[in-house]
């Protein structure tokens, strides 16, 4: 419960902190929920195990938060998000498997905890003349984001009293892409493309959302994300998707 309410916290803070801005900056700020769907496979100097098949994770809805402010004069605009990442399940192989240290026994089974919680920092400019050449029809923001991935696997066995996790907390510099496209004063079309390769690992990241001014500078929007994440690192391996679709309630100003 402790950290159900933090993270409350935090998305309450990331959404209305420092609306005194406004009057100078723009500011967005949103909270929503993202249905997140699990696939792929992790590995903790052993063998692979597929997520959906061995580990049994299943779907988790959680919530999620982003603030968006675009400074004055020459100064990067700011975008924050905080997105995190849970999931439990429990399995059974016919065949012993090894999970870090740890040789698991068949047939016997044991529950698994994946989390992959991710805090995003971008800094970012508009491309110029953009706006203005299209009528302000199309925006396209460039930059890089700072991500910082707070990622912990576990299996536990409780037949075997046997139980090994792993923990790692990733800095990953990415590129980062946006392009807005307002046809109408209150809809507007909007895609985020978050990426890196470097090494053996690879991180993309894709949203795309619409969004409704429904009242004022109140909106609502909806849309889809796609995350894959391929790590290898201090002896994890892995190759994972997520995606589902997310909605969201906001203010622009």
Same mark, same amino acid.
């Given at each position: 419960?402790? +950290? ?9 803070? *990331? @959404?209305?902190?420092? $609306? ?48 968006? *402010? ?27 498997? *090894? ?16 989390? @992959? ?26 930059? +890089? ?37 307002? $046809? ?22 894709? +949203? ?5 001014? +429904? ?39």
């Amino acid at each position: 419960m402790k +950290i159900v309410r933090m993270r409350s916290l935090i998305i309450v803070f *990331v @959404v209305f902190m420092l $609306p005194q801005v406004a009057s100078s900056m723009g500011l967005e700020a949103a909270f929503g929920i993202w249905k997140q769907d699990p696939s792929g496979d992790i590995a903790y100097k052993g063998i692979s195990l597929d997520v959906k098949n061995d580990l049994n994770l299943g779907n988790n809805t959680e919530v999620f938060g982003r603030l968006k *402010v675009e400074t004055p004069l020459y100064f990067p605009n700011i975008y924050f998000m905080a997105t995190p990442m849970s999931f439990d399940g429990t399995g059974n192989k016919s065949s012993n498997f *090894v999970f870090g240290k740890q040789t698991f026994i068949a047939a016997a089974p044991y529950t698994s905890h994946l989390k @992959v919680d991710h805090y995003d920092f971008a800094l970012y400019y508009g491309l110029p003349f953009v706006k203005t050449a299209t009528l302000d029809l199309l925006n396209i923001d460039a930059g +890089i984001d700072f991500r910082l991935v707070d990622f912990n696997a576990s299996i536990n066995q409780a037949a075997t009293g046997l139980s090994e996790s792993k923990r790692l907390t990733l800095p990953v510099p990415m590129g980062y892409l946006g392009v807005q496209v307002t $046809p109408l004063k209150r809809i507007s079309l909007e895609g985020e493309v978050r990426g890196v390769v470097f090494g053996r690992d690879q991180y993309i990241d894709l +949203i795309g959302r619409v969004k409704f001014k +429904i009242l004022g500078p109140a909106f609502v929007g909806a849309g889809y994300r796609y995350e894959y994440i391929k790590v290898d690192e201090s002896s994890v391996n892995s190759g994972l998707r997520f995606g589902g679709p997310f909605a969201e309630i906001g203010i622009e100003l």
